[in-house]
């Protein structure tokens, strides 16, 4: 199997708790319906005949989360993910609408 060059001591209890497979739930936009919700990729398995091969990443759940946090959280707060779930979670939480800021009074309202 397949490990990364660094990070195996972080990489691989991820990978284990995921028992090697993807952990997206429907972040992507892909309810994974066909796989009881969960995505069917598999560390070093093919996405197809004729598809590429799977390589996992850990990452934390949150995929707009910066390298430098992603880097302070321990393994039990990362998920495994495939590239596919994790390029597309990260661009439905771009898109996603953001919450306005409560406006605080203005100087001059009455």
């Not at 952990?23 to 995505?39: D, F, L, M, V």
């Not at 070093?44 to 430098?68: C, E, F, M, Q």
């Amino acid at each position: 199997m397949s490990e990364p060059l660094t990070g195996i001591a972080t990489w691989r209890p991820v990978m284990e708790v995921a028992e090697f497979r993807c952990q997206c739930t429907g972040a992507c936009g892909n309810p994974h319906a066909k796989s009881e919700g969960r995505c069917p990729h598999e560390h070093d398995a093919y996405t197809s005949k004729h598809g590429h091969r799977v390589r996992l990443i850990a990452a934390p759940a949150d995929p707009l989360a910066t390298a430098v946090a992603a880097a302070a959280l321990p393994a039990s707060e990362l998920l495994a993910w495939c590239a596919g779930c994790h390029t597309a979670a990260a661009r439905a939480a771009r898109r996603a609408p953001t919450t306005p800021a409560v406006e605080a009074p203005g100087l001059f309202e009455l």
